[in-house]
């Protein structure tokens, strides 16, 4: 994967940082799924949509490359999170996004930087269920996979993405 599109992706946040793995993980599959074209493999995991690769080129793209940078948090309640962020040097004019216009591809960064990281979960594995695994009755599924996660409230929220 292009470390420049990783540096793009997070540098199109209002931003400039991406809060979580998780949501860094979801909103790459959720642009590849729009168009992205990046190249990343998925699969399932326990928190929706996965890819090894994504994970890989993240390590590159801040150890070897310096385009991005991970730095560590620490919630109230003790558990840590990444945040990512995108150190520039990079000329954006020359990233790929595919099929995305990257004004396009900025709204939706955004757009998916406002939920909680449960929402972008959900929204990320209905569309996994529905799409790839072609389950019919996804909200049953859904409430196996995901029962604590999955409330209404949430559910209505990640189909609204």
Not at 11 to 33: A, P, T
Not at 70 to 79: V, Y
Not at 112 to 129: D, K, Q, R
Request: aromatic share 10%; glycine share 6%.
């Amino acid at each position: 994967m292009d470390n420049s599109l990783i540096a793009f992706v997070v540098h199109s946040s209002d931003d400039k940082k991406i809060f979580g793995k998780i949501r860094i993980q979801k909103i790459f599959y959720l642009l590849e799924q729009l168009g992205l074209n990046s190249g990343l493999s998925f699969s399932y995991h326990h928190y929706g949509p996965y890819s090894e690769d994504l994970n890989n080129s993240l390590f590159i793209a801040e150890f070897l490359h310096g385009s991005i940078k991970e730095e560590q948090g620490e919630t109230q309640f003790g558990n840590t999170y990444s945040v990512f962020s995108s150190e520039g040097g990079v000329n954006f004019d020359e990233v790929d996004a595919g099929d995305i216009s990257k004004d396009k591809l900025r709204e939706i960064v955004n757009k998916l930087e406002s939920p909680t990281s449960v929402v972008i979960e959900l929204a990320a594995t209905i569309h996994w269920l529905r799409a790839k695994e072609k389950i019919e009755d996804w909200e049953a599924e859904l409430q196996v996979r995901k029962a604590g996660k999955a409330t209404q409230q949430n559910v209505s929220q990640a189909i609204e993405l």
